[in-house]
Structures are given as C-alpha cells and as structure tokens.
C-alpha cells in the first residue's frame, strides 16, 4: 500500500489543457473514485499516475518519492480496464500467473500465490477454463486478480465495469469493494457513473469541463455540490432560476428564502427530485424529509404531465399552476397509484435548497437560517 500526491500537474494537447493545476492526495488503503463526464480528463490523470501518460509540468509522488520519471513498469501498478485483455490461449490460473513468470519468481511461490487469488475472487471451480467459457463478470474478475497478483502499491481501475449488465455489474462492484477492502490496497477508480461513485468510494474527486470541482465523502458531493456544474451532473434536480427581491428568494409559493446576494441577482435554486413532497389533491401531506419544520406551510397545486414507473419509486414531471416545471420521485404506494394527470398538491424541505451564485454554491437553504457555505469557495 501507498499514499499518492498529485502536485500541480499540468496537461494539454495543443491549445487545449485537460490537466491545469491538479493537486490531489490519495491516502494510504483508501479507495477514491474519480467521477466525471467523458472528456473531463479523469482518465488523462489516472494515466498520468500510472506512469503511462506524460504531462507538461508537475509531480507524482507515491510515499513522498517523486515518481515523474520512473517509468510504469516499474511503479508497482496494478491496472484493469474495461477491456478485460486476457489471454484467450490462457486458462484463468495461466492469465493469473502471467506477470509473476514475467517477474520471474519461483514456480512454487507463483502456484501458492494463485492459489491465493483464485481463492480471493472465487473461481475455483473455473479456474482451469479458458476466458471463453466465462461470463463478462467472472472475465473481469480474473482480470482483477492479475493485477492484484504481483501485490502491486497501487491499483487503478479505469471504468472496469462499464461493459457488463447492470445485475452483472452491481454484483461486481459490491465483490470489488470487498476485495479491496480484504487486501487493503490504495485504489483510485475512473467512473462516469454516479451510483458506482457513491457505493464504493471513501471520498470521491468530482470533475467537470472546468477541472476539480469538489473532493469530499459521498455524502457530502450528493447532498451539497459545491459547483453548480457539479449539481446537475448528481442525481436528478431541479435548477430554478431566481431573481433577488426584497431580501428574499421566492419562487411559485414553493419556497420563500432570505437571500445571500444583494436585490437583482440572479442566483441557482437547486433541489434533488426526491427533496419534492407530493401527495394526491387533498390527501394526508407527509414530509419526505425526517425533520421538516416548515414544508407544511408551502404546499402549492400542481399537475403530473408524466410519470415514469421504475418498480420501487416513479419519476414525475410537474407543472404548476404557472405552467413552471418541476421533476419529484415518489416511493411505495403512491409510485403505485400516481398517474399522468393526476392532480397533486407538493412541497419542498427548504434544508435542501442549495443556492448558487456565478456557478457556486454560496448557501444552504432553510425558512429559518440562510447560512453562507463554508465550502463554496473551494474546489
């Protein structure tokens, strides 16, 4: 295991800069996504990393050692992309054992040590079969083993399971977490998928076109994206332009906030789909939120123009009564019975309001207190 600094690393191609002033520390056994769109340089910087990729100015360091010059092979990396590149003459323990002969270590040691691996990720009963005879997941799991094989420092996975099913691929990003866990090696993860970010990462670097964005836990990226750009990619929310007036933001009756910015600013609400209360016209109003204090006074009427069902929640696009539009998620019975058309009565917890200005967040809703974000200022 080891620790990894990114410091001030700088990469472009011509005129146009992928890398501009990264600075980044990976701690030692932590595994860290790095989540982005495509071309947001994600996978530009984990190349950089391992060695495979030059860059213009700055330094890798692994355990406080300056690494920029020694090149990959030669870094202790283990990789896997979202090819698996196995061998199709080789049977899974040859695949396995591959960069051990490589390495030329004694035969005894290299059985004993595939031995370990097969066992590792569960492929005993195949572990004499050739890649064909394989699945998609059981392929990249071999793949995994390979470059866990060497007992690599590092192990960086670009995007491994973006080429499975999704049954297939949730099962694996569960069996991944828990191998890294077991072996307790530093990872860095290159995903553009959110639902991936958020289950295996202890803190995750969030990227977009303008670099670094926000590096925090889980948690805190989905609840209280620092960028506004950052906001639109988490999840499904709604992003409501207001205009300042009279200290205050207010928008449709929906929510009636103090403002952060001075009259004649616009600014960014934004909320998650789920932050929207709905119930049926008239029926019993229940919060979505466990503390809500003030959801109760801001029900508006509203429309379902569509609904989505997604098996345990639908997907609802809105309209209010001044033809605004607005995206709620329901769950149990509700996500059951709600149909296009259905007239409704919503609400949103104003704890969950985050309020950009000039594309950072500069506050923290709430009826009560408007807090400026201690964190808006930092990428």
């Known amino acids: 295991m080891s620790a990894v600094t990114v410091k001030n690393v700088r990469k472009a191609y011509g005129d146009h800069v992928v890398l501009d002033d990264v600075s980044l520390e990976f ?14 340089g994600k996978t530009t910087l984990l190349r950089v990393i391992a060695g495979l990729q030059s860059f213009d100015s700055g330094s890798v360091e692994f355990d406080g050692v300056d690494m920029t010059n020694v090149p990959a092979q030669k870094r202790g990396i283990g990789m896997v992309f979202q090819q698996y590149s196995l061998f199709p003459n080789m049977t899974v323990r040859k695949n396995i054992a591959f960069p051990l002969e490589a390495a030329r270590m004694q ?13 590792l990720i569960g492929l005993e009963k195949h572990q004499h079969k050739r890649p064909k005879q394989l699945s998609g997941g059981q392929q990249q799991r071999v793949a995994l083993a390979r470059a866990l094989a060497p007992r690599p420092r ?4 670009d995007e491994p399971l973006s080429a499975l099913d999704a049954q297939v691929r949730s099962r694996l990003r569960d069996q991944i977490r828990d191998i890294q866990k077991e072996v307790g090696i530093t990872t860095i993860f290159v995903t553009h998928d959110q639902t991936e970010a958020f289950a295996m990462s202890d803190r995750i670097v969030l990227m977009g076109s303008s670099g670094i964005l926000q590096v925090a836990e889980p948690a805190e990226i989905y609840a209280r994206p620092s960028h506004r750009e950052g906001a639109n990619f988490i999840g499904r929310r709604n992003d409501i332009k207001v205009v300042a007036s009279e200290g205050r933001l207010r928008w449709e009756g929906l929510f009636d906030l103090p403002s952060p910015v001075p009259d004649g600013e616009k600014v960014r609400c934004s909320f998650r789909a789920e932050s929207v209360n709905v119930t049926l016209a008239g029926g019993a109003r229940r919060s979505n939120s466990v503390v809500n204090e003030w959801a109760e006074a801001r029900w508006v009427p509203a429309r379902v123009r569509t609904r989505t069902y997604l098996g345990s929640t639908s997907s609802l696009k809105l309209q209010l009564a001044g033809e605004e539009k607005l995206k709620a998620v329901v769950t149990g019975s509700l996500a059951v019975h709600i149909e296009d058309d259905s007239a409704v009565d919503v609400s949103v917890d104003a704890k969950d309001i985050n309020v950009y200005s000039k594309g950072r967040l500069v506050a923290v809703g709430s009826e009560q207190v408007m807090e400026t974000y201690e964190g808006a200022t930092a990428a």
């Open 27 to 40: 701690s030692e056994g932590e595994f860290v996504s790095l989540l982005g769109p495509s071309g947001c």
């Open 107 to 119: 035969r005894a040691d290299i059985e004993r040590r595939v031995d370990e691996m097969v066992e």
């Open 154 to 157: 590092i192990l960086l996975l």
